[in-house]
């Protein structure tokens, strides 16, 4: 049986990688930048618990910027290949 759910798993990565190379590149970008937006936040939300939130304010609004930023990013996106089909 873990053969098969190993097997499944990886033909699911198989579909969606191939559905994912036919994105056009500048889809690509944004979700690069997506991922960075996300990624940076959860830095700071690491680097927040190894060393404190004194100035919680400053976090707050860093990874809110972050998250922010993020939406925004994937709204574009979806208008964007909403537009391009």
């Known amino acids: 049986m873990a053969r098969s759910?190993?097997?499944d798993a990886q033909d699911l990565f198989r579909a969606l990688w191939s559905a994912y190379?036919?994105?056009?590149?500048?889809?690509k970008i944004i979700?690069?930048?997506?991922?960075?937006?996300?990624?940076t936040a959860l830095i700071q939300v690491v680097y927040m618990a190894m060393v404190g939130s004194f100035p919680f304010n400053s976090f707050l609004s860093?990874?809110?910027?972050?998250?922010?930023?993020?939406?925004?990013?994937?709204k574009w996106r979806r208008y964007i290949s909403t537009w391009l089909s």
């Open 21 to 27: 190379s036919a994105t056009p590149t500048n889809l």
């Open 31 to 39: 979700d690069l930048y997506v991922m960075y937006a996300v990624f």
């Open 62 to 74: 860093g990874v809110l910027s972050c998250v922010g930023t993020a939406v925004l990013a994937g």
């Open 5 to 7: 759910t190993s097997k």
